[in-house]
C-alpha cells in the first residue's frame, strides 16, 4: 500500500508505513518503505533515521543517494557533499552515481555555488546520445542550473532535449521549455466555458424560464 499510494497520497502512504513498522521494525523492507514514505512527506530526520536502519540491515549501498538528500533537506548540504566522495559511492550501480551526482548539484545549489553545480552535472552520461532512465531528470537538473546562472540560451537547448528523452513525463521540462518561448497556454475548458454565455434563468419549481406555457 505504500508503495501504491507513494505518489498519489504520500499522507495516507504515510499512514501505512506507520502502521507495518509497529507490526514487522526489524524487516528491512519495511524500514526502507517507511523512508521513502517519511521522504516524500518532507518529513528528512524520520526518512534518514530509517533508511539508516534499512541499511544497517542489509548492508546495502543503494540508499546512499536518498540518505544524502535528507542532508540537504535537513540544511546540511555540506554533509550532503561529504557523502557525495565517500567511498561508498563508488560502489553504486550506474543510476545510483547519477542519482548521487544530483544530489551533489543540488548541494552546491544550497550553497549558492551555481558554477559548482553546473560542473557537476557534467559528465559522459549528461554527454551521452543514449537515453537511460536517468537521461531526462540529469538533463533537466542541468537546464535549470543554467537557467539559474543566467544562461538562458543553452538552458533552453538542455530543456529541449529533455523533453526529448521524457518518455514517462517524469519531469515539466516542455512547460519550462514553453515558459523560455513565451507561450501562454490557455485552459481550453475556461474558454468553452466563457463561449457558452449565462445561463438560462431556473424558475422556483426547477424548471427553466421560457420551458413553461
Not at 500500500?1 to 506507520?18: F, I, K, N, T
Not at 548541494?107 to 552520461?125: F, K, N
Request: proline fraction near 4%.
Amino acid at each position: 500500500m505504500v508503495a501504491r499510494l507513494l505518489d498519489e497520497d504520500p499522507e495516507a502512504a504515510y499512514g501505512y508505513s506507520r502502521v507495518a513498522l509497529r507490526l514487522a521494525s526489524r524487516v528491512a523492507a519495511v524500514r526502507e518503505a517507511a523512508g521513502f514514505a517519511a521522504y516524500a512527506n518532507q518529513k528528512y530526520s524520520e526518512a534518514l533515521a530509517e533508511f539508516r536502519a534499512a541499511r544497517r540491515m542489509t548492508g546495502s549501498v543503494e540508499l546512499w543517494p536518498v540518505m544524502a538528500d535528507c542532508e540537504r533537506g535537513l540544511g546540511r548540504p555540506e554533509k550532503a557533499l561529504d557523502m557525495a566522495g565517500a567511498p561508498e559511492v563508488h560502489k553504486l550501480d550506474k543510476a545510483g552515481q547519477v542519482e548521487m551526482r544530483l544530489v551533489a548539484a543540488g548541494a552546491r545549489r544550497d550553497m549558492g555555488q551555481l558554477d559548482a553545480a553546473i560542473v557537476t552535472l557534467q559528465s559522459p552520461e549528461l554527454a551521452s546520445n543514449s537515453v537511460q532512465p536517468w537521461t531526462a531528470r540529469l538533463r533537466y537538473a542541468y537546464a535549470d542550473a543554467l537557467l539559474a546562472a543566467g544562461r538562458e540560451q543553452e538552458a533552453r537547448e538542455w530543456f529541449a532535449k529533455a523533453v526529448e528523452s521524457d518518455r514517462d513525463g517524469s519531469t515539466d521540462a516542455s512547460d519550462r521549455l514553453a515558459e523560455l518561448d513565451g507561450v501562454d497556454f490557455m485552459d481550453a475548458l475556461d474558454e468553452r466555458e466563457g463561449e457558452e454565455g449565462p445561463a438560462s434563468p431556473v424558475a422556483e419549481d426547477g424548471t427553466e424560464d421560457g420551458a413553461k406555457d
